[in-house]
């Protein structure tokens, strides 16, 4: 009878054991996944919003500013305002754990008291290196894999860049013309414009894509006048997708005052394109160069 009840008592201990091994092992996991989902990012740079989707990341992304318009799954994030107007007050209700900009006077975080603010109520800011360069633009790729411990995805498009990159520069060598290309915002103001000058990532498509910038004021993002405009005389106009698709296409679009009298207008080599892919390098800046290439050379 008592060697009955001792097997009874190791049987129970046995099975107690169990249940606190096991409660313990799946009690673990939980904890990793929860500990994933307290990784709550507000991004407030376009250029990084692309490359945490492209490392597998934009499921940590709960709020972005409004230039962040890439990819498709941004439509579904909030928003947090235009980064250089940002309010704290809006970013800290997300709860996040970081906010991530880069640095650059085009990424320019305003206003002055939104870092301090948001710092002081204990969210970490982190800011990564100003890419504008596509060396730089690798480095800030890795920079973000090593954070998110996702070096071979990092690595894998860092090769896809200097692929793509090798690619344009062999299709470049098939073009004899140099076609001078204005690449211009509009809509926003009636019969304003904003050209994209001889700077950034615009410049760097056109010239590598085989062309040469119309534009040649010096200021960044300045309105320019369309007596202004007709100056410029280009034989390629790259018109982004806002104004383009606001006016109705085609047609309106180079009736505008100050286009309708260029020899793009008058030759119908006018083509939209998505203003985010010109904007700033990223993954996907080769393909964009080989797309324009491809507009810019039509005959």
């Keep these: 009878m008592k060697k009955y009840i001792l097997t009874l008592a190791c049987l129970s ?17 939980e904890s990793e996944a929860q500990k994933k989902d307290t990784v ?10 692309e490359i945490l989707f492209a490392l597998g990341q934009g499921d940590k992304i709960v709020g972005i500013d409004l230039s962040s318009t890439y990819p498709e799954e941004t439509k579904k994030i909030t928003t947090v305002g235009y980064h250089r107007m940002l309010s704290a007050e809006g970013i800290i209700s997300l709860k996040p754990t970081a906010v991530f900009y880069n640095g650059g006077a085009d990424n320019a975080i305003g206003p002055d008291n939104v870092l301090p603010q948001l710092k002081q109520v204990g969210v970490t800011v982190v800011q990564f290196r100003s890419a504008e360069t596509i060396d730089d633009t690798k480095s800030l790729i890795q920079d973000l ?8 995805k990092a690595d894998s498009l860092c090769l896809k860049i200097d692929n793509d990159m090798k690619l344009v520069t062999e299709k470049k060598k098939q073009y004899t013309d140099i076609p001078s290309v204005m690449i211009v915002h509009f809509g926003r103001a009636n019969n304003v414009y904003f050209p994209f000058g001889p700077w950034g990532a615009a410049n760097f498509m056109i010239q590598q894509a085989g ?16 007596e202004v405009v007709a100056k410029f005389q280009p034989q390629i106009i790259i018109a982004t997708d806002f104004g383009f698709d606001r006016l109705g296409g085609l047609d309106k679009f180079k009736e505008l005052p100050g286009i309708a009298l260029s020899p793009a207008a008058k030759d119908n080599h006018i083509y939209r ?5 010109l904007l700033y390098l990223g993954p996907r ?4 160069i080989l797309k324009l290439m491809e507009l810019i050379h039509k005959k």
Aim: net charge positive; hydrophobic share 35%.
């Design 145 to 152: 894999g090593r954070y998110f411990n996702a070096k071979s």
């Design 13 to 29: 201990l046995f099975s107690t054991t169990l249940l606190v091994t096991s409660c313990g092992r799946f009690a673990n996991k």
């Design 40 to 49: 709550r990012i507000v991004c407030v740079s376009k250029q990084l919003t």
């Design 211 to 226: 062309g040469i910038n119309a534009v040649d004021t010096t200021s960044k993002f300045r309105m320019l006048s369309a």
């Design 285 to 288: 800046t080769g393909e964009n």
């Design 273 to 277: 394109f998505e203003e985010h892919d």
